[in-house]
């Protein structure tokens, strides 16, 4: 299986394509039934959350993404 691809589209969803597993935050582990493209919602308006079921275009949601670089990350502090 190809890498992971993660788009984030301008206006929708993030799209995850390629070999990856999504889990809760207890660690459980959603069964995709076998997908290998999903989108997940962004706007926080789909019934299905994570998962995208096209309610951003009824609410409106608009966010305009271009890549970017980010900065440097920052140093933890040692303990």
Do not use: W, Y
Not at 52 to 63: I, M, P, T, V, Y
């Amino acid at each position: 299986m190809a890498a992971t691809k993660i788009t984030i589209r301008s206006n929708g969803s993030i799209r995850v394509e390629g070999d990856f597993e999504i889990v809760d935050s207890e660690g459980g582990v959603f069964d995709l039934a076998g997908r290998t493209t999903i989108g997940l919602c962004r706007c926080g308006h789909s019934e299905n959350k994570p998962f995208c079921d096209g309610s951003h275009r009824k609410a409106g949601f608009q966010s305009e993404i271009k890549a970017r670089a980010l900065p440097p990350p920052v140093p933890k502090p040692t303990t």
